[in-house]
């Protein structure tokens, strides 16, 4: 896959935020200062699976829908957010190896990897989206965007279907996930 394309002083300042957020929640973490969410095996149902779908394509959902904007900063604010929610899982990620047990810990490391796949996914096929965008005076904006939107979704459906079922199946496993 690709790179996302943004400016370098960006990318210090993301990186720069995930090694300071991932620091804070570590020693949150470890001083027991804050504790995260205990993780368990659950029942892997219908009612569970389907949830945890629906999550995931709100995901995709919000990101397709700020692909519309020609413009590249909400692919930024996005790639920020979706950063943060994985910083966090990873502190979790933590936590949960140092509990001892593990089988959910490779469990939730397979959430936690789907997890991101989806997210970096997802900023891809809209980072895309928005630069193929040939949108010039004969075409209309919305033709123009729904071309591009097509061809980057057949480009990146299969790794989007993949970590959108793994996600599924991790995330139905690993919480109590209900409608």
């Known amino acids: 896959?690709?790179?996302l394309g943004i400016s370098?002083?960006?990318?210090?300042?993301?990186i720069g935020w995930c090694v300071l957020l991932f620091a804070i929640l570590l020693v949150l973490n470890l001083a027991h200062v804050s504790?995260?969410?205990p993780i368990v095996f659950h029942a892997l149902t219908l009612d569970g699976f389907l949830a945890s779908l629906l999550m995931g394509l709100r995901i995709i959902v919000l990101f397709l829908v700020f692909s519309t904007?020609?413009?590249r900063w909400p692919v930024t604010l996005l790639a920020f957010l979706s950063?943060?929610?994985?910083?966090?899982a990873i502190t979790q990620l933590v936590s949960?190896?140092?509990a001892g047990n593990l089988g959910v810990s490779l469990l939730y490391l397979v959430f936690v990897a789907s997890f991101c796949g989806l997210l970096y996914t997802a900023i891809m096929t809209t980072s895309q989206t928005i630069m193929h965008n040939a949108w010039d005076e004969d075409h209309k904006y919305f033709i123009s965007w729904f071309?591009?939107?097509m061809d980057n979704i057949r480009r990146y459906?299969?790794?989007l279907l993949g970590f959108l079922l793994v996600f599924s199946f991790a995330l139905s496993m690993t919480y109590a996930v209900t409608f």
């Open 147 to 149: 071309q591009s939107l």
């Open 1 to 3: 896959m690709q790179k």
């Open 35 to 37: 504790a995260a969410n």
């Open 96 to 98: 949960v190896f140092l």
């Open 8 to 14: 370098r002083f960006t990318s210090r300042i993301l």
């Open 69 to 71: 904007l020609p413009k």
């Open 83 to 88: 950063l943060t929610m994985a910083i966090v």
């Open 157 to 159: 459906s299969l790794p």
